[in-house]
């Protein structure tokens, strides 16, 4: 069965400064990858995801991440964050029927 | 709004007492997805409907809690004789089958005091 694994738990760190959070996945078969943003007090929503293709993926409010499929990763990054990126963020995979998440990075930009 | 209801959003509880919770699915979905999350977690899977069958239940599902989705619409999760350890967001989802892409509710946040 395929998972993922986030290394990173908290990160700090200041307006206009670039992301990026660390996710590995263990191969198990096809690929499904998604990044999931929680922010304060509302429910998850979808970032973006990788299927197949190009391995770098496009998302919403200016992230994107990258497929390395010989590092078995799948990096999230923002160029510069603001303070509305202050979230917690979800790094998952899909198989067969479900999500599974890794135990995501709380992330806070000072303003 | 059109997204998936959960309902209510806050429960405190006493240790020993039943809860119920109410999750409503976007209509065109015929997936519908529990799952718990704790602080400094990410969500965990706990059980899958397709329609009104229950497909799928995770170990963490003890016999104290039980899911039901009558006539695929709506489902609830019922948490018997709840424990401090019950403590968490319930989170429900909803996706099409075959679809790898789910829409997650707000969540209800459950405290056995």
């Known amino acids: 069965a395929q998972s993922v694994s986030q290394h990173n738990h908290h990160v700090i760190l200041s307006e206009a400064a670039s992301l990026e959070l660390g996710c590995n996945y263990s191969?198990?078969?096809?690929?499904?990858l998604f990044w999931y943003v929680q922010y304060p007090g509302q429910h998850l929503q979808l970032l973006l995801k990788y299927f197949s293709g190009d391995p770098l993926v496009k998302g919403i409010k200016g992230f994107e991440a990258e497929f390395i499929k010989s590092k078995f990763s799948f990096n999230l990054r923002k160029p510069s964050v603001q303070w509305s990126d202050t979230a917690e963020y979800f790094c998952a995979d899909f198989n067969d029927y479900k999500l599974s998440f890794g135990a995501g990075t709380t992330v806070t930009v000072r303003a | 709004d059109t997204g998936v209801s959960q309902n209510p959003r806050h429960k405190i509880t006493k240790r020993g007492q039943n809860v119920t919770f109410r999750c409503d699915p976007i209509?065109?979905?015929?997936?519908l997805y529990w799952y718990r999350q704790t602080l400094g977690q990410g969500p965990e899977f706990l059980t899958y409907f397709q329609n009104e069958a229950q497909l799928e239940k995770s170990r963490l599902l003890s016999d104290r809690f039980s899911a039901e989705r009558p006539k695929g619409s709506f489902s609830t999760l019922e948490i018997q004789r709840t424990e401090q350890g019950d403590s968490a967001m319930y989170l429900c989802a909803s996706s099409f089958q075959g679809g790898n892409g789910y829409t997650f509710g707000s969540g209800t946040r459950l405290t056995v005091v």
């Open positions: 209509s065109e979905h015929n997936r």
């Open positions: 191969y198990g078969g096809t690929v499904n």
